[in-house]
């Protein structure tokens, strides 16, 4: 049975990983929601239809160099991965992140941070950081702000915190202005993917985003 998503992704990052421009921690992150949810996905092929017209007119109006196709076919084809839906199997990770980690939660390599939780940090570039998070049952995360902005995606159990409660596949964005103490639900551990930006500031990274749009 599948619950229902109710924390979806904004359409700024959406349309920033239809233009693949995001740091990989936040690629990793869309994908891994991409692979839970419909309704995400759909809006996320509607940006990428949005790319797809521009190629073709670009084509159509300009003239452009020799081998501009090529290069441009090269580039698309290092783009974001394509999202496949998660196994329907009993897994927690979904696809994209069995692929960092190598497997499912058996293969996560925890290191604990205190309080009973633990993180494990994913190998992503240095522009963001990806990290999975073990908050064992009915546990606390300490309170804390944050630098820039963070993504916290539920993959097992749920979290409660000021704001909301969040289930498997909920994500919640957090950003300067919060201060909060995420709680496990007592009735089973919680693991998360959490995915900030410190030290950038993701509100100064937008702008640079948007850039393909802009050009429009
Ligand atoms: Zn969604």
Request: aromatic share 6%.
């Amino acid at each position: 049975m599948k619950n229902e998503i109710k924390h979806h992704l904004t359409d700024d990052l959406l349309m920033a990983y239809a233009a693949g421009n995001l740091p990989e921690a936040f690629d990793l992150m869309v994908a891994t929601h991409l692979s839970l949810c419909d309704h995400c996905r759909a809006r996320a092929e509607s940006f990428d239809a949005v790319g797809g017209c521009v190629l073709q007119e670009q084509d159509a109006s300009a003239s452009m160099s020799d081998g501009s196709l090529a290069a441009t076919m090269a580039l698309i084809a290092q783009g974001a991965p394509k999202v496949k839906p998660a196994h329907p199997s009993c897994a927690v990770l979904p696809t994209p992140l069995q692929d960092y980690v190598g497997g499912d939660v058996n293969a996560i390599k925890w290191k604990p941070v205190g309080m009973g939780v633990k993180q494990a940090i994913l190998p992503t570039t240095s522009e963001a950081t990806a990290r999975l998070l073990f908050i064992p049952a009915g546990a606390a995360v300490p309170d804390h702000s944050h630098k820039g902005i963070e993504l916290t995606m539920v993959l097992q159990g749920a979290f409660s915190d000021e704001i909301d409660r969040f289930d498997r596949g909920d994500v919640e964005i957090a950003d300067q202005s919060i201060h909060h103490t995420p709680t496990a639900d007592i009735s089973e551990d919680c693991i998360c993917l959490a995915v900030t930006d410190a030290p950038l500031k993701f509100s100064k990274l937008m702008p640079r985003l948007f850039q393909p749009f802009l050009r429009i």
